[in-house]
């Protein structure tokens, strides 16, 4: 039997690491996305940090921006700010969001996904998990993951942890 110490860690090994995919509105999230990325980080796991956020600015740097995530989505973010209706933007960057999300998996380059927020930010993530096949790790830490509020728009049939924040995050 091999020690534990002669077994290669999880960074040490030479299986391919996994990339796990951080949604958040970084506007209002941006701090605490940082901390979950930060610590997937160093479980040895690639991030990337996606932002599907429309307003104000982001207060951390997104591996792939909502100028970028607006643009898969086949606009741009200056188009849906002019246009002035929030419920056109947040759908236009959720459908940005599941494209960059179904992409980065059909090509290996995602294996999980979280997110973290209030209603808005459940409702944009949600979507984008959804679209992935089962068996995709997906966790979603909402505000709204309490009492006696309904799952199944947010769910659906898909295998999605919906956990409780506790606190606003």
Same mark, same amino acid.
């Given at each position: 039997?091999? !020690?534990?110490?002669?077994?290669?860690?999880?960074?040490?090994? +030479?299986?391919?690491?996994?990339?796990? %995919?951080?949604?958040?509105?970084?506007? $209002?999230?941006?701090?605490?996305?940082? =901390?979950? &990325?930060?610590?997937?980080?160093?479980?040895? *796991?690639?991030?990337? *940090?996606?932002?599907?956020?429309?307003?104000?600015?982001?207060?951390? &740097?997104?591996?792939?921006? +909502? =100028?970028?995530? %607006?643009? %898969?989505?086949?606009?741009?973010?200056?188009?849906? #700010?002019? &246009?002035?209706?929030?419920? =056109?933007?947040?759908?236009?960057q959720?459908?940005?969001?599941?494209?960059?999300? #179904?992409?980065?998996?059909? +090509?290996?380059?995602?294996?999980?996904?979280? !997110? #973290?927020g209030?209603?808005?930010?459940?409702?944009?993530?949600?979507? %984008?998990?959804?679209? *992935?096949?089962?068996?995709?790790?997906?966790?979603?830490?909402?505000?709204?993951?309490?009492?006696?509020?309904q799952?199944?728009?947010?769910?659906? $049939?898909?295998?999605?942890?919906?956990?409780?924040?506790?606190?606003?995050?």
């Open positions: 039997l091999m !020690s534990e110490k002669s077994q290669p860690t999880m960074a040490e090994s +030479r299986e391919p690491r996994r990339t796990v %995919a951080i949604v958040a509105t970084l506007d $209002t999230k941006g701090e605490e996305a940082a =901390y979950v &990325r930060d610590h997937v980080a160093a479980w040895g *796991l690639n991030t990337l *940090l996606i932002d599907p956020g429309i307003l104000p600015e982001p207060t951390v &740097r997104a591996d792939i921006s +909502r =100028y970028e995530v %607006a643009q %898969a989505a086949g606009t741009n973010l200056e188009a849906l #700010l002019e &246009r002035g209706e929030k419920s =056109y933007a947040i759908a236009q959720t459908e940005g969001l599941v494209k960059i999300v #179904l992409d980065l998996h059909s +090509r290996g380059q995602l294996h999980g996904i979280v !997110s #973290l209030g209603g808005q930010g459940t409702s944009i993530a949600t979507a %984008a998990m959804r679209a *992935l096949p089962i068996g995709v790790p997906k966790l979603m830490l909402s505000t709204v993951a309490s009492g006696n509020f799952f199944g728009p947010y769910v659906g $049939t898909k295998d999605i942890c919906m956990m409780h924040s506790v606190t606003d995050v």
